[in-house]
């Protein structure tokens, strides 16, 4: 079965740093996300990407993180200047369809992401 | 963010018993309500889905009943595995948008 892929599954950054997350959606799906747990928290929606733009972003998702599609296979999360408080299990997600309909997400394994 | 709540955070059972997972929500604009469960290390995975026009869905050993007017749903596993043990989240969306919003999860254990 076809899969969402997250790499690295660890990552760890001192704070301040950029990181750039990376994701691979399943191929013929047209929709991506991103989402986000803080350890012992809910997992939280953090933005939803389609035709090359934002359709849709949390207020978690500010100025410090963009996304990008750079090519016809990865999508990627950067965040600018990392603070402690964005250690989290990052998930990124794919579907065939968006909104407005009821297609279900696919998700990957996630990154680790450990502020220093 | 209390728009979901998962009021269990672990349940217990024994194989072949039923386990019924309860989840509330308060924005009556979510109109389709997912199940994904999760196994430590794996990413979240769809499970079971109904939408607010049906009150039940069913799909081999999996059940969701909807009651749109306690805004409350439940899923049902009949009868429970070992291999069921898991973390399960109800993540309703509203129509217009494209989020999910995840209750905070209940880890049920099936025990042989």
């Known amino acids: 079965e076809p899969e969402v892929t997250q790499t690295p599954s660890h990552q760890v950054t001192q704070m301040g740093q950029e990181v750039i997350l990376r994701c691979v959606p399943i191929s013929n799906h047209l929709y991506f996300y991103w989402y986000r747990q803080i350890l012992g928290q809910k997992v939280e929606f953090l933005v939803s990407f389609y035709n090359n733009e934002i359709s849709e972003k949390s207020e978690i998702f500010d100025d410090q993180f963009s996304v990008e599609r750079p090519d016809g296979s990865n999508f990627t999360l950067k965040i600018r200047s990392t603070k402690l408080e964005d250690s989290a299990m990052y998930f990124c997600a794919s579907s065939n369809a968006g909104e407005s309909t009821n297609e279900k997400l696919f998700f990957g394994s996630g990154t680790q992401l450990s502020v220093l | 963010d209390q728009q979901v709540k998962q009021n269990s955070p672990s349940l217990s059972v024994q194989e072949g018993r039923i386990s019924i997972l309860n989840c509330d929500y308060t924005n009556s604009m979510f109109d389709y309500f997912l199940w994904y469960k999760k196994y430590p290390a794996e990413g979240p995975t769809f499970l079971i889905s109904?939408?607010?026009?049906?009150d039940k869905n069913e799909d081999g050993r999996f059940t969701v009943f909807l009651n749109k007017s306690a805004k409350h749903l439940s899923l049902h596993i009949v009868p429970s595995q070992p291999g069921d043990s898991a973390v399960y989240f109800c993540?309703?969306?509203?129509?217009?948008?494209?989020?999910?919003?995840f209750g905070e999860g209940t880890q049920l254990t099936v025990n042989p």
């Open positions: 109904i939408s607010s026009i049906k």
């Open positions: 993540a309703p969306k509203e129509t217009s948008g494209s989020r999910l919003t």
